[in-house]
């Protein structure tokens, strides 16, 4: 089955920073890349996607990238703040089921 | 649209005993998914019905089961239960056949004595 890693599990960055995490995955059937964002006593909530037949996306600070031939994707959250806090998880999916990393703790510090 | 929603949201059980979760989906979604986070393990996938049937399963032992009804709400059941199964039990449902977005529910903790 699919095996996704993800690193560094915890990040600390100034406010205003930029934060890079990035995840690696097994399975070329994975064809689907999303990243969800759980702030602490929440629920994860989908903040970017991809698919692989795009190298990259973005959503005004929020940027993904993807590899498909080296089989990684990362996150890329530029002028971080204070809200951005919370842990980050990848995931892969070939179809319907989705592979989660192991999710990265930031903390942006004002 | 009304989100996923789970109850209960919190359950305190002892060892030994059943516990049984229950999640709505998004109106219209077809598939939930369930899975179990512990703090550093991530969110570990459980297994995923559509239409009333399991499509994939993920490593959990036979104490885990679950199933799906005509309207989409799906159960999960654990028996026999151990300290270790003490977690956050997420459901997670989206659209149609996949790969999709998951909408997640709020969780139920789940302590086991």
């Known amino acids: 089955g699919e095996n996704v890693e993800q690193h560094p599990s915890t990040l600390s960055v100034q406010e205003g920073d930029s934060a890079v995490i990035k995840c690696t995955y097994s399975d070329s059937a994975s064809n689907y890349f999303p990243w969800y964002k759980q702030e602490l006593g929440k629920r994860p909530q989908l903040i970017i996607d991809?698919?692989?037949?795009?190298g990259e996306k973005k959503d005004q600070r929020i940027a993904v990238t993807l590899n498909k031939t080296a089989k990684h994707f990362s996150l890329h959250i530029t002028e971080t703040q204070p809200e951005d806090s919370a842990v980050y998880f990848c995931a892969a999916s070939p179809g319907n089921q989705f592979y989660f990393g192991t999710g990265t703790s930031l903390t942006v510090i004002p | 649209k009304a989100g996923v929603t789970q109850t209960p949201r919190y359950l305190i059980k002892t060892r030994g005993q059943q516990v049984t979760l229950s999640c709505s989906p998004i109106s219209g979604h077809r598939s939930v998914s369930w899975y179990q986070q512990t703090p550093g393990q991530g969110l570990q996938f459980l297994f995923e019905?559509?239409?009333?049937?399991?499509?994939n399963k993920g490593n959990f032992p036979g104490r885990f089961s679950g199933r799906q009804f005509s309207n989409s709400r799906s159960e999960m059941n654990v028996s026999t239960l151990e300290l270790g199964d003490s977690a956050l039990y997420l459901c997670?449902?989206?659209?149609?056949?996949?790969?999709?977005?998951?909408?997640f529910g709020p969780g139920t903790r789940l302590t086991v004595l």
């Open positions: 019905y559509f239409s009333e049937t399991q499509r």
């Open positions: 997670a449902s989206s659209p149609d056949r996949g790969p999709y977005e998951q909408f």
């Open positions: 991809i698919r692989s037949n795009v």
